[in-house]
């Protein structure tokens, strides 16, 4: 009964929203799970009905994050044409503005400097990126000398919009802000892709 009481009042979505803004401000290392808990004005056994360890719920965060990008990425991609380079830009686009509009997720996606901690979101790097340079790869395709540009091409464009993403959340700058300035950096991408 009592473990019922707690589950309504602390819902697992709760717990992940504050978690990733306790990662971000004081670092994993110096969280524990009676700490996360005691911001959250709960006892540390109330976190233990949703998740075991501190792991556990870092790579629930990093998990949950990934699976919201890579929603809205292909339901983006679902709506166009592959190989066009409009699909690219929209989905550079996207990238941009899932970054900008959730900061907090993209640097644990993204920007965790802790070895250990990478190896939580390898996998689900590599699937995003996986996705953005099958996209890359059927604009190239299209292209004159694309054997050349097909495996660097798609790091060098994903490394240009995670610049562009981190430099505006190191300045606080929100998707609104930034965005014409964004599609201007997305066109000049895709006019480089061009010749």
Known sequence: MARKAVE???SRERILDEARQLFIKHGYHALT?????????????????HFREKAELFYALVTEDFR???ERQREMISRTRMGDMGQL????????????????????MFMIKDPELQ????????QCLDL?????RAVVSKMPDS??????????????LHGFISYNIHYNQTYDDVKKLAG?????LCEGLQG
Request: glycine share 4%; no cysteine; hydrophobic share 40%.
């Open 8 to 10: 309504q009042e602390l």
């Open 33 to 49: 799970m009676r700490s996360i808990a005691k911001s959250m004005g709960y006892s540390h056994g109330a976190l233990y009905y």
């Open 68 to 70: 919201m990008l890579l």
């Open 89 to 108: 830009e929209r989905l550079m686009l996207e990238f941009i503005r899932f970054g900008l509009e959730n900061p907090n997720h993209y640097e644990i």
């Open 119 to 126: 190896r939580y979101s390898r996998n689900e790097q590599a």
């Open 132 to 136: 953005f340079a099958k996209v890359v």
């Open 147 to 160: 054997e050349k540009k097909m495996y660097s091409l798609p790091w060098s464009l994903f490394m240009s």
């Open 184 to 188: 201007q950096h997305v066109k000049y």
